[in-house]
């Protein structure tokens, strides 16, 4: 299908060339040293020149390298509801997005471990404008979402967008990993965009547009890291908006964000696959006739399932109570942890600029907040 071409990660026929370009860069080295240690740089390559599908890309090389992430920045991953997914099956997972790569290869490692279908993964295409992280992205079966388009161009490339997506899950069986915003959450507050979802429904083929998301099996996710490695790297748009100036990115900083998310330390890491959403859809055609207001109505659904098992952690509690100037939540985490907690901070920004400290603090306490609309425990 050429009209995918653009966008759509390698076919299995074209993954062997795709890997013998690239087979002596340096940063596939990197990666491949890092998550083989013990192992001579030939034998790897030759692993690699034999293997001929994104399947054993993924299941032989990056399965290995996502668990050496968890290995050596983190304390471990847990997860709740995959046990409610059917195998050979294709979902449309909506998550909430913390980190550039990790949030989809976290998911895709534990729906291997299920036997599950993995997805397909939206990246924007700002992020793998170098030539091997694009190589590096269509290998692991990401496909591309274009940035930076004139009005025009860009109804195009989401009605592009959306044929794909339902390309994948009703002609190929593929599951879809989608953020439900465009970005990573800055500021902690995990919402749905609508326009996501108005993209998405671009592709209908159903007679009404809520049939079609329910033919489609939205599955919402939520996922945490008890401590975001890249949160200070996410504070200077932060201060830009605060002083209400354009934020402009620096000429690495996509692919710094990329290194310290996978690099950074994150302690605990939670994933929690929500219900299909159904008997949801039925109640929101029951309760709304007009499409903008079923849309609507969808994106609160999905938010409803990403927040309510959004996991806290004590990091979460520390800064509520920081933030608010109270001891609320002091029994759910130690001194201790509020004191590594305190000088993480002080090591990261600049603690004396006010509106930094508020802006970190509020990245963690804000899930704390959000949470409280569906919990009565946290109202104690």
């Known amino acids: 299908m050429q009209k995918f071409d653009e966008i759509r990660p390698y076919y299995d026929s074209e993954i062997n060339k795709a890997i013998r370009k690239v087979l002596h860069h340096p940063m596939l080295k990197s990666l491949m040293n890092f998550s083989f240690p013990n192992v001579d740089d030939e034998v790897w390559k030759e692993q690699l020149m034999k293997t001929h599908s994104i399947r054993d890309f993924q299941c032989n090389f990056i399965y290995q390298s996502v668990q050496k992430v968890l290995e050596k920045s983190s304390e471990g991953l847990s997860t709740s509801g995959f046990e409610h997914l059917e195998p050979n099956t294709s979902y449309l997972f909506i998550s909430n997005h913390r980190d550039i790569l990790l949030d989809t290869t976290l998911l895709n490692a534990t729906l291997f471990e299920h036997d599950l279908v ?74 749905t965009n609508p326009g996501v979802l108005k993209m998405l429904g671009m592709a209908n083929d159903e007679a009404n547009l809520m049939s079609y998301f329910k033919k489609i099996k ?77 849309i609507q109505a969808l994106a609160q659904a999905i938010d409803d399932s990403i927040l309510s098992s959004y996991k806290l952690w004590p990091t979460n509690y520390i800064a509520y109570d920081i933030l608010n100037q109270t001891d609320k939540y002091s029994h759910l985490y130690t001194e201790d942890e509020k004191a590594v907690f305190k000088r993480r901070l002080e090591k990261r920004i600049d603690a004396e600029n006010p509106i930094a400290l508020q802006g970190i603090l509020a990245m963690y306490a804000n899930p704390v907040v959000n949470k409280l609309k569906y919990t009565h425990e946290l109202k104690d």
């Open 118 to 191: 993995m997805t397909a993964s939206a990246i924007g295409d700002n992020l793998v404008k170098q030539p091997f992280l694009n190589v590096l992205a269509k290998l692991n079966r990401n496909f591309l979402v274009k940035r930076g388009l004139s009005p025009r161009e860009m109804l195009q490339s989401s009605k592009t967008l959306s044929e794909y997506i339902s390309h994948l899950l009703q002609h190929e069986n593929r599951s879809v990993w989608i953020a439900q915003r465009e970005g990573r959450t800055k500021d902690g507050n995990d919402m």
């Open 218 to 294: 939205i599955v919402p996710v939520s996922i945490s890291y008890e401590y975001d490695p890249t949160d200070a790297l996410k504070m200077p748009q932060l201060l830009a908006e605060a002083n209400n100036e354009v934020y402009v990115k620096q000429e690495n900083e996509d692919f710094m964000t990329i290194l310290s998310g996978a690099l950074g330390p994150k302690k605990r890491i939670f994933i929690h696959i929500g219900k299909v959403l159904d008997t949801e859809i039925d109640t929101i055609i029951a309760e709304n006739d007009n499409v903008n207001k079923q």
